[in-house]
């Protein structure tokens, strides 16, 4: 689960992090008020669940609360579209109106869940401000990579390590290690799977604070944290996606062209290869779980129907808990409730009833290619176009 900045600057300034002055508002006239209380010269930021903000004209430094409440009712209310959006955008509900921070030197800070290294890590570079995927692609000399053992949890050499390889002042050393630490600590506490500064700014006068904040939270770990769960912004979200958590779906919406419908991850990891080696890209990844009924799968189907950039679905189902007869029943029922929105669909079934599956899916009036392995599935997506 993604929040806001403002929000995640509050959590993050609980566990010692510094972070600037500001205030959230929801309307031109609060933005005004806070900038005011401010001193007038203020940065407005719209708060959205997307990073590229700055270049998608979402980020404005303002003179004065006049400026503020202009720009704040120049996007609020408006559909945000940056390079992690899609072409729909996002809406600005929010705007965080925050001092404007004179900065001398812009670095990275965050703190991840890394599966490759198969733990936490700490992440620095000194080149702060832009996006950690440019830093790694062209100079990936200036990222600094830590892991921390789970065992002995962030040792105080660590962070003394993060300050040096950022080339702080001697003086700031032990600012920075302890930014570290608390940045661990909320990490670790809100079982978060991304803490992220960037840029986490030095002023002339010394000080080092956040400017921005970026925190996400480990989904299946929010029952125990019932005050984070209050913080979900359901509008920050495809509408499939929604609609897909409450159907107890494992779904994540991607930028391609074919819909996917499988049962396991690896099999989903396996499907989503198919349809890139077919000349086309998923567009999502979606579990239906082993567990699945008729009910799950149909609501499946309906998701993908639903989504104007699938131009055809691939199902890839190996039959063991979940029957290939109860998944062929479900994409019935999901095509029939979605008659007006039908795509072609290429379906592997292997498994449990998969014959049973199979024949009820060939005499339907669907337009349905069965294939036997995934070297067919591929074959037919590609003759799909």
């Known amino acids: 689960m993604k929040i806001h900045e403002y929000q995640a600057k509050k959590i993050l300034a609980e566990y010692g992090v510094p972070v600037p002055k500001g205030g959230v ?19 407005v930021k719209a708060q959205v669940h997307a990073g590229g903000r700055g270049k998608a004209g979402g980020i404005k430094l303002v003179a004065s609360p006049k400026e503020a409440e202009q720009f704040a009712r120049a996007i ?3 559909d945000l579209v940056t390079h992690q959006t899609g072409p729909k955008g996002v809406p600005v509900r929010k705007v965080l109106v925050a001092e404007g921070a004179d900065i001398q030197r812009e670095l990275y800070l965050a703190i991840v869940v890394d599966g490759g290294a198969r733990g936490v890590v700490i992440i620095a570079s000194e080149a702060g401000g832009v996006e950690i995927e440019e830093v790694a692609a062209k100079t990936p000399e200036k990222i600094l990579r830590l892991k921390v053992d789970p065992t002995l949890g962030l040792q105080p050499f660590q962070g003394r390590k993060v300050a040096y390889f950022l080339k702080v002042k001697e ?3 032990r600012q920075v290690a302890g930014l570290v630490a608390s940045l661990y600590g909320a990490f670790m506490e809100n079982d978060c799977t991304l803490a992220e500064i960037n840029p986490l700014a030095v002023a002339p006068d010394g000080r080092i604070m956040a400017v921005d904040a970026k925190l996400s939270f480990e989904d299946d770990a929010l029952f125990r944290h019932p005050a984070l769960k209050e913080l979900h912004d359901p509008e920050q979200e495809a509408a499939q996606e929604v609609q897909a958590r409450n159907a107890g779906l494992n779904y994540v919406q991607l930028d391609g062209n074919i819909g996917c419908i499988v049962n396991g991850a690896g099999l989903a990891m396996a499907t989503m290869d198919v349809a890139v080696a077919a000349g086309a890209r998923p567009a999502n990844f979606l579990d239906v779980g082993g567990g699945a009924d008729e009910a799950r799968v149909a609501e499946a189907v309906r998701i993908l129907l639903s989504d104007s950039g699938v131009d055809a679905i691939l199902v890839n189902i190996f039959g063991g808990i979940l029957r290939c ?21 290429v379906v592997r079934m292997l498994g449990t009833n998969a014959e049973e599956g199979r024949k009820l899916l060939s005499q339907s009036s669907l337009d349905v290619k069965l ?7 591929a074959a037919a997506i590609k003759a799909l176009g």
């Open 171 to 173: 003086e700031q050393v």
């Open 371 to 377: 294939v036997n392995d995934l070297g067919e599935a």
């Open 76 to 78: 609020l209310g408006k």
């Open 325 to 345: 007869d109860v998944v062929a029943r479900g994409i019935l029922i999901g095509a029939e409730s979605a008659s007006r929105n039908l795509r072609p669909m």
């Open 25 to 43: 508002a929801s309307t031109p006239e609060e933005a005004a008020a806070v900038a005011a209380h401010l001193g007038g010269k203020v940065v």
